[in-house]
C-alpha cells in the first residue's frame, strides 16, 4: 500500500482528510502535519523527517498545500536522502482520487493521474461550463 503523508499550513491537512473520509470512508496508512504559528521552521522540518522516515519504509506520496511555503520547504529538503513522491498544491479532489486508487496504480501512474484530474477539478464556471 503506498503511504499517504499531508503537509499542511494550520489543520488544512488534518481537514481535508476527515472530509475525505466522509466521503470514502477510513483511510488508512495515512497522516497529516500541520505547521501552526506556534511553530519553528526547524520543529516542523522534524516532525517531517519522523514521519517520513517512519513512513516511506513502503511507498510513500507526500502532498503540501503550496509551492515555496513551509511545509514544502520542509519536505523539498528531504528530497535528495529519501524516496518519496512529493506534489505540492494539494486540493479536494486530488486527495479524494488518489485515497481511492493508490493501490490499483504504480506510484508514477498515480502521480500522473492525480495530477491531470486535479487540474481538471478546478473549473471557471462563469466561463458558460453550466450554460452550453
Known sequence: MINILIVTHGNYGKE???????IIGKIDNAESISF???DSFDTLSEKVEKSVKRLSEQELIVFTDMYGGSPFNAVTRLMKDSNFYHITGVNF??????????NSYNMEELAEKIIKNGKKSIVFLNDGFMFD
Not at 481535508?16 to 466522509?22: D, F, H, Q, R, Y
Not at 479532489?93 to 493508490?102: M, Q, S, T
Request: avoid cysteine; proline fraction near 5%; aromatic fraction near 4%.
Open 16 to 22: 481535508l482528510l476527515k472530509s475525505a473520509e466522509m
Open 36 to 38: 501552526s504559528i506556534e
Open 93 to 102: 479532489p486530488l486527495f479524494v482520487d488518489i485515497a481511492v486508487n493508490r
